[in-house]
């Protein structure tokens, strides 16, 4: 795996795309909100218990997810701000130790780890996620480190978005869940609910600039990294059929994508319209639980750490076995 793409030549930098990028994304996250408001609608919803296939009080709200907008420039500016915020000074600590950073963009975070002298990508960000992250990197001394390659938990487009950017930028090889690559194509087909992402991508791909790629490898459930000392893709479905996480044994750390969010103390579902098979969640869940964890990481989430996400999973996993019981 260490081997992929590192021969791939660094592209020129498209100054047109980055531009037009940068001043369509206030308006297209505008955009957003306004159809996920609606969304909130059709798919959550606590006017219409009928209609749910997860359950509602687990599952976060479009309108909350996109409230933590605010919060996470919030939380930005105190992690860039040394002494501000205890938990921003936790992640501090840890990129200092030199192993992880964790690039935090409005709406979604995605990370950096740091193996060696070389540089790994868990996504890669979406509207103004490539600019956050050379700054982070500029911050922590590791801008001059190569990025090697980049892993992909699933194919929704806020991860996905600067994939091929990156890629061909820096050299870097792209492995990414098989289940998903229509979407890495540029094409998505999402059931039920879910057809409101569905349209939320086709319309966002061409105005945000997204560029399809083909991944260098296609990963399986078990398949192992070369990175951290073997880094695990463990295939977590029901958000989108390929959903994966990643676990490093080494530090019982799993990425785990979007398999939850956690914010405000509370770790809940995504929202129904961003779950393509959400009758499979549930199982995801007790599957991620049952690695030995001191830690995990999802890619919507608030500044806390790795261990305090945990400790908010573990509760949700609770609250969903307890109803599955029930039923
Ligand atoms: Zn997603």
């Given at each position: 795996?260490?081997?992929?793409?590192?021969?791939?030549?660094?592209?020129?930098?498209?100054?047109?795309?980055?531009?037009?990028?940068?001043?369509?994304g206030?308006?297209?996250?505008?955009?957003f909100?306004?159809?996920?408001?609606?969304g909130?609608?059709?798919?959550?919803?606590?006017?219409?218990?009928s209609?749910?296939?997860?359950?509602?009080?687990s599952?976060?709200?479009?309108?909350d997810?996109?409230d933590?907008?605010?919060?996470s420039?919030?939380d930005?500016?105190?992690l860039?701000?040394?002494?501000?915020?205890?938990?921003?000074?936790?992640?501090?600590k840890?990129?200092?130790?030199?192993?992880?950073?964790q690039?935090?963009?409005?709406a979604?975070?995605?990370?950096?780890?740091?193996?060696?002298?070389?540089?790994?990508?868990?996504?890669?960000?979406?509207?103004?996620?490539?600019?956050?992250?050379?700054?982070a990197?500029?911050?922590h001394?590791?801008?001059?480190?190569p990025?090697?390659?980049?892993l992909?938990?699933h194919?929704?487009l806020d991860?996905?978005?600067?994939?091929?950017l990156?890629?061909?930028?820096?050299?870097?090889?792209i492995?990414?869940?098989?289940?998903?690559?229509?979407?890495?194509?540029?094409?998505?087909?999402?059931?039920?609910?879910?057809?409101?992402?569905?349209w939320?991508?086709t319309?966002?791909?061409?105005?945000?600039?997204f560029?399809?790629?083909?991944p260098?490898?296609?990963?399986?459930?078990?398949?192992?990294l070369d990175?951290?000392q073997?880094?695990?893709?463990?295939h977590?479905?029901?958000?989108?059929?390929?959903?994966m996480?990643?676990?490093?044994?080494?530090?019982?750390?799993?990425?785990?994508?979007?398999?939850?969010v956690?914010?405000?103390g509370?770790?809940?579902?995504?929202?129904d319209?961003?779950n393509?098979?959400?009758e499979?969640?549930?199982?995801?869940?007790?599957?991620a639980?049952?690695?030995?964890?001191?830690?995990?990481?999802?890619?919507?989430?608030?500044?806390?750490?790795?261990?305090?996400?945990?400790?908010?999973?573990?509760?949700?996993?609770?609250?969903?076995?307890d109803r599955?019981?029930?039923?």
């Open positions: 795996m260490a081997q992929l793409g590192k021969t791939a030549p660094a592209a020129e930098r498209d100054v047109s795309a980055r531009k037009s990028r940068r001043s369509i206030p308006v297209m996250a505008s955009a909100k306004a159809v996920l408001r609606e909130r609608g059709i798919g959550g919803n606590r006017q219409n218990p209609m749910r296939e997860t359950d509602v009080d599952n976060s709200s479009s309108a997810y996109f933590e907008i605010n919060r420039r919030e930005r500016r105190n860039f701000t040394q002494g501000k915020n205890d938990q921003a000074d936790d992640w501090m840890a990129a200092e130790e030199g192993t992880i950073l690039v935090r963009a409005p979604i975070n995605f990370y950096v780890l740091r193996d060696g002298d070389e540089l790994y990508l868990i996504d890669a960000g979406f509207i103004g996620g490539l600019r956050l992250m050379k700054r990197l500029a911050r001394g590791w801008n001059r480190l990025i090697r390659g980049i992909v938990t194919g929704h991860h996905i978005l600067n994939v091929q990156v890629a061909r930028r820096y050299g870097a090889w492995a990414a869940p098989r289940l998903d690559a229509e979407q890495y194509a540029g094409r998505s087909n999402y059931p039920g609910r879910a057809r409101v992402a569905q939320l991508e319309f966002g791909r061409p105005i945000l600039g560029r399809s790629f083909t260098d490898r296609l990963l399986d459930d078990g398949d192992v990175v951290w073997g880094l695990r893709a463990v977590l479905p029901g958000h989108t059929e390929g959903h996480g990643y676990y490093s044994p080494d530090r019982q750390l799993l990425f785990s994508g979007d398999l939850f956690s914010y405000r509370a770790a809940k579902l995504p929202p319209i961003f393509s098979r959400p499979q969640i549930p199982a995801s869940v007790e599957a639980l049952a690695y030995d964890l001191e830690g995990v990481l999802p890619n919507h989430c608030d500044s806390s750490p790795p261990a305090e996400h945990l400790q908010r999973f573990l509760r949700l996993g609770a609250k969903l076995a599955r019981a029930g039923d």
